[in-house]
T-cell receptor
Framework: ELKVEQNPLFLSMQEGKNYTIYCNYS?????LYWYRQDPGKSLESLFV?????AVKQEGRLMASLDTKARLSTLHITAAVHDLSATYFC????????????FGEGTQLTVNP | DAGVTQSPTHLIKTRGQQVTLRCSPI?????VSWYQQVLGQGPQFIFQ???????GRGNFPDRFSARQFPNYSSELNVNALLLGDSALYLC??????????????FGSGTQLSVL
């Protein structure tokens, strides 16, 4: 059974600081997604990572994938308050079509 | 273009009742998936439908059922509701069943409360 673990689960940081969220998964996967969720809202797609060594950046967020280590990171650079949200990684198991297995989520709070 | 639309947005039911949730995928998308998100947790996969056939089922009891219509819209039915069924139910659509570079697009969800 595919398991996805994120850490930390809660993250409080100051504006302007950098931090990294980690996502570990237990079995081989050919796709990894990062999503953002604001309170009471749906999931907003941030990144799709397909191959070992893939790196994608959008604004202050950068995601990377190491398929050998079964690890993805979401790096936040110079955080701003607007980044406060819950971030989920989700993994697709190779044989499961487009079925996503989500991590528990990282609740990020950026303080002024 | 409209995104994934779900209805209703909120629903309150009592234990033992039945509920039907509806989802319209993005125009041209043929795959619809359903997820349950309990407060404070990540979404959990319930069903995937592609071309009107069930293509995957998560670890949910038989009280949960779904179907996909010829226009690719979908319904999720839950019978004999339990308090633990209270959650945000999310529908996601994609163009195909297994597109490597595809994103899953999620609707805004239906918030179900079971009293």
């Amino acid at each position: 059974e595919l398991k996805v673990e994120q850490n930390p689960l809660f993250l409080s940081m100051q504006e302007g600081k950098n931090y990294t969220i980690y996502c570990n998964y237990s079995t081989t996967s050919d796709r990894l997604y990062w999503y953002r969720q604001d309170p009471g809202k749906s999931l907003e797609s941030l990144f799709v990572l397909l191959s070992n060594g893939a790196v994608k950046q959008e604004g202050r967020l950068m995601a990377s994938l190491d398929t050998k280590a079964r690890l993805s990171t979401l790096h936040i650079t110079a955080a701003v308050h607007d980044l406060s949200a819950t971030y989920f990684c989700a993994v697709v198991q190779e044989t499961s079509g487009s079925r996503l297995t989500f991590g528990e989520g990282t609740q990020l709070t950026v303080n002024p | 273009d409209a995104g994934v639309t779900q209805s209703p947005t909120h629903l309150i039911k009592t234990r033992g009742q039945q509920v039907t949730l509806r989802c319209s995928p993005i125009s041209g998308h043929k795959s619809v998936s359903w997820y349950q998100q309990v407060l404070g947790q990540g979404p959990q996969f319930i069903f995937q439908y592609y071309e009107k056939e069930e293509r995957g089922r998560g670890n949910f009891p038989d009280r949960f059922s779904a179907r996909q219509f010829p226009n690719y819209s979908s319904e999720l039915n839950v019978n004999a509701l339990l308090l633990g069924d209270s959650a945000l139910y999310l529908c996601a659509s994609s163009l195909t069943r297994q597109g490597l570079n595809e994103k899953l697009f999620f609707g805004s969800g239906t918030q179900l409360s079971v009293l």
